[in-house]
């Protein structure tokens, strides 16, 4: 019998991260609201995640400390990324955003 996961939220990610959370790059997403809870998961790219831990950190925190986790391959890509995903807002280093950190779960 197969085993069947209850998703408790929807994260929605675009195809350019594909690669980085299959890989186990990605495991963090840092949104403008808070989406999830600890313990919650969520289906991505054929995998489920669990959130690990919710915190909230100025945007620049992000940049400086975390793009690796996020996917991308330097500050100045996820700078870039975060303005094409948020074309209205653009940039604004003091932004507080919630950073969501997750792990793949093995089924």
């Not at 074309?87 to 604004?92: F, N, P, Q, R």
């Not at 950073?99 to 089924?107: A, D, I, M, P």
Request: glycine content about 4%; charged content about 25%.
């Amino acid at each position: 019998m197969a085993t069947r996961l209850n998703t408790d939220v929807d994260l929605p990610f675009r195809d350019y991260f594909r690669t980085t959370m299959r890989s186990g790059q990605k495991q963090v997403t840092s949104r403008t609201r808070r989406l999830a809870e600890p313990g919650q998961t969520f289906p991505a790219f054929d995998y489920h995640y669990q959130i690990i831990s919710v915190e909230q950190r100025p945007l620049w925190f992000v940049k400086r400390a975390l793009w690796w986790y996020e996917g991308c391959e330097s500050p100045r890509a996820f700078e870039t990324t975060w303005c094409q995903i948020h074309e209205k807002a653009g940039w604004t280093p003091d932004k507080p955003v919630w950073v969501h950190h997750f792990g793949r779960l093995q089924l």
